[in-house]
Every structure is written in structure tokens, then in C-alpha cells.
């Protein structure tokens, strides 16, 4: 089991860039790939990027593909997802997630462990 606080999210405006943090607790983090996942109001939850148990694989959504990249630090449990030329299409709310495996997935059935969300706003 683990535990996933995200943070780092706020309004920022358009082509600005915003790091998102995930703090997890409660297991071995190298154990987990973890992704990131948006919610836009009216939509469903969605993925956004992974990176497998050793950091040594990461996937990206087409629509943020070099605009976000995951990254994570296994020694401070942590998982990051730099956001750079935000637009108002990335508005969302932004969760991070564990999934109890060390290669890349991209199924959200996969993911057995969320964080609350953090919300990021991009004004236009």
C-alpha cells in the first residue's frame, strides 16, 4: 500500500511553466510505476504520462509529449511532473497514482493508488 499527497498546482497563464510534486508514503516506492492522470471539468479522468519502478521508461500522452515530462526520485519518494507552455486545454485537476508494478502502464485500471488532486488552472 502506499499513500500519494500531490502539490505544486495553481493558476498560472498561458505558456508558463508549473512543477507538480507527489509525495508517497507507506510501501517501497521503487516497487510502483506511477503516472499522472488530469480531470477536466465535464470529462473524465484521463492519462497523462508514466514512468516505470527504476525510472528508467516513461510514456507520454500524445497531446503533452514534449511539453510535460515525468520524472521521479526514489530516494525522496517522490514523483514530478514538469509542465511546460501550459495552455487552457490543460486546465484540469491533476492526480497522481501507483500502480503495483515496476513497468510502464497506462491502463487506469491499472493504478490501485490515487492522491487527492491538486488543481492547475491556465488562464488565457
Known amino acids: 500500500q502506499v499513500q500519494l499527497v500531490e502539490s505544486g498546482g495553481g493558476l498560472v497563464q498561458t505558456g508558463d511553466s508549473l512543477r507538480l510534486s507527489c509525495a508517497a508514503s507507506g510501501s517501497t516506492f521503487s516497487d510502483y510505476a506511477l503516472g499522472w492522470f488530469r480531470q477536466a471539468p465535464g470529462k473524465g479522468r484521463e492519462f497523462v504520462a508514466s514512468?516505470?519502478?527504476?525510472?528508467?521508461?516513461?510514456y507520454h500522452e500524445n497531446s503533452v509529449r514534449g511539453r510535460f515530462t515525468i520524472s521521479r526520485d526514489n530516494a525522496r519518494n517522490t514523483v514530478f511532473l514538469q509542465m511546460r507552455g501550459l495552455t487552457p486545454e490543460d486546465t484540469a485537476v491533476y492526480y497522481c497514482?501507483?500502480?503495483?508494478?515496476?513497468?510502464?502502464?497506462?491502463?487506469?485500471?491499472?493504478?490501485?493508488?490515487w492522491g487527492q488532486g491538486t488543481q492547475v488552472t491556465v488562464s488565457s
Open positions: 497514482a501507483a500502480a503495483r508494478t515496476t513497468t510502464v502502464v497506462v491502463r487506469i485500471s491499472d493504478y490501485a493508488y
Open positions: 514512468i516505470d519502478g527504476a525510472a528508467s521508461l516513461t
